[in-house]
């Protein structure tokens, strides 16, 4: 392999011209015979004897070429890539430019990994939101807990917002029931905007056991497009009416939903929680509102193929996230009226800030010339080993030791710029 020369252009996108030699392309060419011999028919000989001189004197000298040059290309190709120090971050565009039994020449074209020119990192300032959690917020996690531990109460009387009504329902457009719009003994919670606009309102004020008819309008986007936008007659019956009957706040409520014995115990455990989520939440703002700066300050041009891949990435964790949800992501879109090409560019914005924060804490990295312990490897494992409660040589299993160094070198990363950093209040 000679790597003739090394064309940079805009973009971190690369051209490499490399020359295959006879001592490579002869043993490839010899493979691709040995391999394509038994497809090609030559009189006189049975299938996959034929010499390989016979069979170029037959359909000429260049037969093996093209698979030859699949065989010599992927070793010429990173041989050159390693002599240059280059590193791509996507399939090249190849083109021969020259072949015959003496070798080969190509040129690929391809984008590289950029290079970082890191700006300021240390002493900077972010916000960091306040973590100061007051009683209306104790009193509201209070209250969330009746709301869960409340009992429903059959009364008599007519339903009102909040009520639970168990109903039938039958929907007819134009006098013809249509598909799911049926339902028997249906707890309905009036006020919980869970039916069509228009439908609860009209509920609510219903007696037991009266029946009434009630009409609604299809919202334009809903997701049947043979009702969207349509108007239809409900026929209601409401067959019951319950009422939330919250538990008093009291020492026996702190005992029934928690291990304390008494509701200030409770409340303190409360705000100590909330205290802790909303510091950990401060902090990753604060954290990435930093980070948001080191990337502006950086110069670095990053290829529109790394930008891609993230944004396609993004997008197959978004089509897991729907398929775990039951949901086929085909239904998805067309439910959404949605085409994966606009995820995906939609994507692409917050794909290239991800990128370039991830590029700063690499530079960081190597400016500060950060390194890991196996000690400190060791301790990591144990510690999630502990938090996950699975045998420690599992999660070594599932977590390659260079994906964990590399983690560790980014979490020291962005403790040195978050170390030097000075946190402001939000206005």
Do not use: W
């Amino acid at each position: 392999m000679n790597l003739k020369n090394v064309e940079k252009h805009e973009k971190n996108m690369v051209t490499i011209t490399v020359e295959v030699g006879k001592d490579e392309f002869e043993p490839a060419i010899e493979k691709a015979y040995r391999k394509q011999v038994k497809q090609l028919k030559v009189p006189g000989f049975r299938p996959g004897h034929a010499p390989r001189k016979v069979i170029e004197g037959m359909y000429g000298i260049g037969v093996f070429f093209d698979e030859a040059m699949n065989i010599a290309f992927p070793a010429a190709y990173q041989a050159a890539l390693a002599e240059a120090k280059l590193e791509p971050v996507d399939h090249p565009s190849v083109e021969v430019t020259d072949v015959d039994a003496e070798g080969f020449t190509f040129k690929a074209t391809f984008a590289n990994y950029p290079e970082v020119k890191l700006g300021e990192y240390k002493g900077l300032s972010a916000v960091k939101p306040s973590a100061v959690v007051s009683d209306e917020d104790v009193d509201k996690r209070l209250e969330q807990m009746r709301e869960r531990n409340a009992r429903l109460v059959s009364v008599e009387r007519e339903a009102q917002n909040g009520d639970t009504a168990v109903i039938d329902f039958e929907g007819k457009k134009d006098g013809v029931p249509f598909d799911g719009g049926k339902g028997e003994n249906y707890p309905l919670e009036l006020g919980s905007g869970s039916f069509i606009p228009g439908f609860e309102e009209q509920v609510v004020g219903m007696k037991v056991d009266e029946e009434k008819d009630i009409n609604v309008t299809f919202p334009e986007d809903y997701q049947a497009e043979d009702l969207a936008g349509q108007e239809v007659v409900f026929t209601v019956k409401l067959h019951e009416v319950k009422e939330k009957e919250m538990p008093a706040l009291d020492d026996e409520f702190a005992k029934d939903v928690s291990e304390f014995d008494t509701l200030e115990e409770l409340k303190a455990d409360l705000r100590k929680k909330e205290e802790e989520s909303r510091e950990a939440s401060a902090q990753k703002t604060f954290e990435s509102n930093l980070m948001e700066q080191v990337a502006a300050n950086m110069e670095c041009d990053v290829p529109e193929a790394m930008v891609e891949n993230q944004a396609r990435r993004v997008v197959d964790d978004y089509k897991m996230q729907v398929q775990s949800q039951g949901m086929s992501f085909a239904d998805y879109l067309r439910m959404t009226g949605v085409k994966e090409a606009d995820l995906i560019e939609s994507a692409k914005e917050p794909a290239l800030r991800q990128i370039r924060n991830s590029l700063a804490l690499e530079a960081i990295i190597k400016e500060e010339a950060i390194e890991i312990s196996q000690e400190e490897i060791d301790a990591e494992y144990q510690k999630m080993a502990d938090e996950y409660s699975i045998d420690l040589e599992e999660i070594k299993k599932y977590l390659r030791i260079p994906d964990l160094e590399d983690q560790l070198k980014r979490e020291k990363a962005l403790k040195v710029v978050v170390d030097s950093a000075v946190a402001k209040d939000a206005e």
